[in-house]
C-alpha cells in the first residue's frame, strides 16, 4: 500500500523504524523488515543508528532502489550551512547519494531562525536532487503555519505522535489544510506503556480488544489498521521477527466506519513524547558524529 506524498513522490504508507533500537540489533531487524516485505525504513541522526540502517539494507540484498529511505536532521545541526553538512552526515552513514525523505526532527522554538534556515536548506537539497522529499516532525500548527509563512515548499510529511490515547485532532487537521502526510510515530501508543501508567495500556484498552477479537487480528494490528484506513502513514518498531512479520500483516482485513470512530473516541489528549515548545538546545544537544 502506498501514499503519494504532495510533490508526487510515491511512498510505502506503512514503514519500519528503528527508534531507541541499539546498533548492535539494527542491522538484524532492518534486513528481517526487508525480508518480511516493508520497503520504508526510517531513522534519524540523533538514532546513532544511520550506519546499521546502511548495512542492514545492504545485506538485505533488496535493490537500493526499492528501499524508500527516511531520516531526521537534529536540532544541534540546524542553520543553513550545518543542515547541508548534516545531510552529508547522514548519506554517508547510510552509504547513499539521494535520501528519498529528510525532515527536520523538532522545531527550535527559542532559536526559530535556525529552523528556518536548516528547512531552506533542505529545500536546496531537494533542488538538487539529493532527497526526493523534505517535510518536518512534531510541528504543532502554530509553528507549522510560521514554517509555512517564511518558506516555500510546503513539507511533504509531518512525523508525529498519533496513537489512539492520543491521536492530536487539531495536528492532523492542519496537516490535511496544507497537503501534509501525517506520518504517525509510537502508532500503537508504545510509549505510554514505557512512559506512562503501565497499568493502562493501548494493548490491553477492552475496546481495541474487543474489535482485535472481532477480526482474528491482535490489537495492534487493529492499530496499525487503524492509521491507515484514515490516511496516515505509520512506522512501528520492534527487534522482534514475529512482531515485525506481524505488523505488516494489516493489509488483509477491514476496520468498520463504527470500529474507527470507537478507536477515535479513545483519545486522552496526554502526550506521551517530549512538548515539542519545551525542546531547547541546552536540554537535547546531542553531538551528532561525522560520517
Do not use: C
Not at 5 to 21: C, D, H, I, R, S
Not at 100 to 121: E, M, N, R, S
Not at 210 to 220: D, F, L, N, S, V
Request: zero cysteines; hydrophobic letters at 40%.
Amino acid at each position: 500500500m502506498n501514499v503519494t506524498l504532495n510533490n508526487g513522490v510515491v511512498m510505502p504508507a506503512l514503514g519500519f523504524g528503528v527508534f531507541q533500537t541499539p546498533p548492535e540489533q539494527t542491522v538484524a531487524s532492518v534486513v528481517e523488515a526487508l525480508r518480511v516485505g516493508y520497503r520504508l525504513i526510517d531513522t534519524a541522526a540523533s538514532y546513532f543508528n544511520e550506519r546499521e540502517v546502511g548495512e542492514g539494507i545492504r545485506q538485505s540484498g533488496i535493490d537500493r532502489s526499492e528501499v524508500f529511505i527516511e531520516t531526521k536532521l537534529w536540532i544541534s545541526d540546524y542553520g543553513y550551512d550545518e543542515a547541508l553538512h548534516s545531510f552529508d552526515k547522514s548519506a554517508g552513514k547510510l552509504g547513499v547519494e539521494q535520501i528519498d525523505l529528510l525532515l527536520l526532527h523538532q522545531p527550535l522554538p527559542t532559536d526559530f531562525d535556525k529552523t528556518i534556515g536548516a528547512y531552506k536548506a533542505l529545500e536546496t537539497l531537494l533542488a538538487d536532487g539529493r532527497v526526493r522529499a523534505i517535510g518536518v516532525s512534531n510541528f504543532m500548527p502554530d509553528v507549522l503555519a510560521d514554517l509555512l509563512a517564511q518558506t516555500s515548499v510546503v513539507p511533504a510529511v509531518n512525523q508525529v505522535e498519533v496513537h489512539p490515547y492520543f491521536s492530536q485532532p487539531d495536528v492532523l487537521a492542519a496537516n490535511a489544510e496544507h497537503g501534509i502526510l501525517a506520518q504517525a510515530w509510537s502508532p500503537m501508543g508504545g510509549i505510554t506503556s514505557y512512559r506512562g501508567d503501565s497499568s493502562r495500556s493501548t494493548f490491553n484498552d477492552p475496546v481495541i480488544g474487543q474489535i482485535a477479537q472481532a477480526h482474528g487480528k491482535t490489537p495492534a494490528q487493529v492499530m496499525l489498521r487503524w492509521h491507515l484506513q484514515e490516511g496516515r502513514s505509520a512506522i512501528p518498531k520492534s527487534v522482534n521477527p514475529e512482531r515485525i512479520a506481524s505488523n505488516f500483516d494489516v493489509f488483509g482485513f477491514e476496520l468498520s466506519t463504527d470500529e474507527l470512530a470507537q478507536i477515535d473516541g479513545l483519545d486522552t489528549g496526554v502526550r506521551g513524547g517530549p512538548e515539542p515548545a519545551a525542546v531547547t538546545l541546552e536540554a537535547f544537544h546531542r553531538d551528532i558524529p561525522e560520517a
